[in-house]
């Protein structure tokens, strides 16, 4: 599995210019890369570099920083939900070594924050000690649909 680290300059909790509303992607990229993922057309990659997964080091200290300026509007007042991964799958491969999903559901958690998760991955069970007795989470797994 190939992977790249770099330093996000811009906000990582975003409003989504498709359906989703507000989001954050742990992951850029994805190592799945399903023949029918979207992910690809919209980033203009093509298969070898979607499945390229790239890693922001900074992410969790970008995140805290969202959160922080965004407290100071009405718009964190009137967030519904959260996703995450609108383009990507949080529970991909690289997160077993990365933890960034992990980090990121803390940190929402910590904050309060509404959150939904979109994977095809059972690693997702490993984080089911966050889930529990948080009202503010949803899940949708798809990983019956195959590639
Ligand atoms: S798991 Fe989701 S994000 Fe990843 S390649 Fe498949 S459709 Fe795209």
């Not at 190592?31 to 992410?59: A, D, I, P, S």
């Not at 969790?60 to 922080?68: T, W, Y």
């Not at 904050?111 to 994977?119: A, D, G, K, Q, S």
């Amino acid at each position: 599995m190939k992977f790249r680290l770099f330093n996000a300059r811009t906000s990582v909790l975003v409003k989504s210019k498709m359906a989703f509303g507000w989001c954050i992607n742990p992951y850029n990229g994805c190592y799945h890369g399903c023949r029918y993922c979207f992910g690809m057309c919209t980033t203009g990659k093509n298969y070898k570099q979607w499945r390229r997964v790239e890693v922001r080091k900074n992410l969790i200290e970008r995140l805290r920083e969202d959160i922080c300026k965004l407290k100071k509007s009405e718009e964190f007042w009137l967030i519904r939900d959260i996703f995450l991964g609108a383009i990507t799958d949080s529970y991909q491969p690289i997160e077993k070594r990365d933890n960034q999903t992990r980090q990121v559901i803390e940190v929402l958690i910590e904050n309060e924050l509404p959150f939904t998760v979109i994977t095809k991955s059972d690693l997702v069970l490993r984080d089911i000690d966050l889930f529990k007795g948080y009202k503010m989470v949803q899940g949708w797994c798809y990983n019956n649909i195959s590639r």
